[in-house]
């Protein structure tokens, strides 16, 4: 009965980090939509791919880690033309 409860409270923390960080997301779009910004969050949603805070295969770890790898670099032309410093104005005083 114990580690049932451990279990579900790992089952509401995920829930509650995943509601969280769409709610946060939604907001911003709300208050800052001035601001241009990129959000690399890809879902994965093959069965095989399903985890939880509990995974521990390191292969399938390391398989999520290249995926990550792989959405990052889908989104990376888009995050380095946010982030060019070349087209942001230098303060006054020089320096970068």
């Given at each position: 009965?114990?580690?049932?409860?451990?279990?579900?409270?790992?089952?509401?923390?995920q829930k509650t980090l995943e509601i969280n960080t769409q709610s946060m997301d939604q907001l911003r779009g709300?208050?800052?939509?001035?601001?241009?910004?990129?959000?690399?969050?890809?879902?994965?949603?093959?069965?095989?791919?399903?985890?939880?805070?509990?995974?521990?295969?390191?292969?399938?770890?390391?398989?999520?880690?290249?995926?990550?790898?792989?959405?990052?670099?889908?989104?990376?032309?888009?995050?380095?033309?946010?982030?060019?410093?070349?087209?942001?104005?230098?303060?006054?005083?020089?320096?970068?």
């Amino acid at each position: 009965m114990r580690w049932y409860k451990y279990l579900r409270s790992v089952q509401l923390l995920q829930k509650t980090l995943e509601i969280n960080t769409q709610s946060m997301d939604q907001l911003r779009g709300i208050l800052f939509k001035q601001i241009a910004t990129v959000r690399i969050s890809d879902t994965f949603e093959k069965p095989e791919m399903a985890t939880d805070l509990f995974e521990h295969d390191l292969n399938k770890l390391n398989i999520l880690r290249q995926r990550g790898s792989e959405s990052f670099a889908s989104h990376e032309a888009a995050l380095k033309e946010l982030l060019d410093v070349s087209n942001t104005p230098q303060a006054p005083g020089g320096g970068n």
